[in-house]
């Protein structure tokens, strides 16, 4: 079993930019594909980044697309989310997930975090 730990969530104005982190630990770091999702009040959990195994493939919810980049460090064991000219519509927690199927639904099958709230001030 894998656990989770993410951080770097706050609160940001619209137009700039914040750094996830999620740090894994309990088995090996880099046998899956991780990522993340969020979920605003009142709506459902939704993708919004996954980077493959050997983290040599992304991929983005339209939504965030040429705005977020994924990226997973395997010395630190961590993956991060880096947010640019972010929106008021990113307003939401933000959750990793330790195991993810890149189908054309991207499904999480892992352990989440406890979740990063992420507030954005326009």
């Known amino acids: 079993q894998v656990q989770l730990v993410e951080s770097g969530g706050g609160l940001v104005q619209a137009g700039g930019s914040l750094r996830l982190s999620c740090a894994a630990s309990?088995?090996?770091?880099?046998?899956?594909?991780m990522g993340w999702f969020r979920q605003a009040p009142g709506k459902e959990r939704e993708f919004v980044a996954a980077?493959?195994?050997?983290?040599?493939?992304?991929y983005y919810a339209d939504s965030v697309k040429g705005r977020f980049t994924i990226s997973r460090d395997y010395a630190k064991r961590t993956v991060y989310l880096q947010m640019n000219s972010v929106k008021a519509e990113d307003t939401a927690v933000y959750y990793c997930?330790?195991?993810?199927?890149?189908?054309?639904?991207?499904?999480?099958?892992?352990?989440w975090g406890q979740g990063t709230q992420v507030t954005v001030s326009s």
């Open positions: 997930n330790s195991n993810v199927f890149l189908g054309t639904t991207m499904t999480p099958l892992g352990s």
């Open positions: 309990g088995r090996t770091f880099s046998s899956y594909a």
């Open positions: 980077i493959s195994w050997n983290g040599g493939s992304t």
